[in-house]
């Protein structure tokens, strides 16, 4: 039963390329966080924080993420700006 099923899953996989690129994706994925993972874990990056350090880094980091995504919307909106521009 379960040989026949895992039969039918490598054929799906080999038979359909989107199916193939969607697995290798996810596999990817799935790599890149066990790595991130494992280096937090065995690292001692931090270790050496007070609760206070901890908590202004945790401030820094929700910093950066709003001025990124505030990066990110500007440059979409200058892209759709510019894309509405008639052309003479």
Do not use: H
């Amino acid at each position: 039963m379960l040989g026949t099923l895992l039969v039918v899953i490598v054929a799906l996989i080999v038979v359909f390329p989107r199916s193939r690129a969607w697995l290798g994706e996810k596999i990817k994925t799935l790599s890149d966080y066990l790595m991130v993972k494992l280096l937090r874990d065995t690292s001692r990056f931090g270790s050496e924080l007070t609760e206070d350090g901890v908590v202004e880094q945790n401030l820094w980091r929700e910093q950066r993420l709003r001025n990124l995504r505030g990066l990110a919307l500007r440059a979409k909106e200058a892209i759709r700006s510019k894309s509405e521009q008639p052309k003479n």
